[in-house]
């Protein structure tokens, strides 16, 4: 029998980034266990620091290494202009 916890590492082993709700019926299905979402929290970490690290997240972290290599490899200098970005409130155009 399988434990809980392997169940729900099975369930995401090719996309961590699956909805609680997704992985809770992926595992009743497969494995007829029923999991809360604090059992996938202990296991993967919350959903929100998880969503984009799957399938899913996969163009964000291409446009972010992408844009990481435009500053020359500097974090310091991408996060100044992240900042730069996020406190313009006339709208994106103008940050480009």
């Given at each position: 029998?399988?434990?809980k916890r392997q169940a729900i590492r099975n369930v995401t082993r090719d996309d961590t980034s699956l909805s609680n709700t997704a992985?809770?019926?992926a595992v009743k299905t497969r494995y007829d266990l029923t999991i809360e979402?604090?059992?996938?929290?202990?296991?993967?970490?919350?959903y929100a620091d998880r969503r984009f690290s799957g399938k899913s997240g996969q163009t964000q972290l291409i446009l972010a290494?992408?844009?990481?290599?435009?500053?020359?490899g500097d974090i310091r200098q991408?996060?100044?202009?992240?900042?730069?970005?996020?406190?313009?409130q006339t709208g994106e155009e103008e940050a480009l």
């Open positions: 029998m399988i434990n992985i809770k019926r979402s604090n059992e996938i929290t202990a296991v993967l970490g919350n290494a992408q844009y990481l290599r435009q500053m020359g991408a996060v100044r202009l992240l900042h730069l970005c996020g406190s313009n």
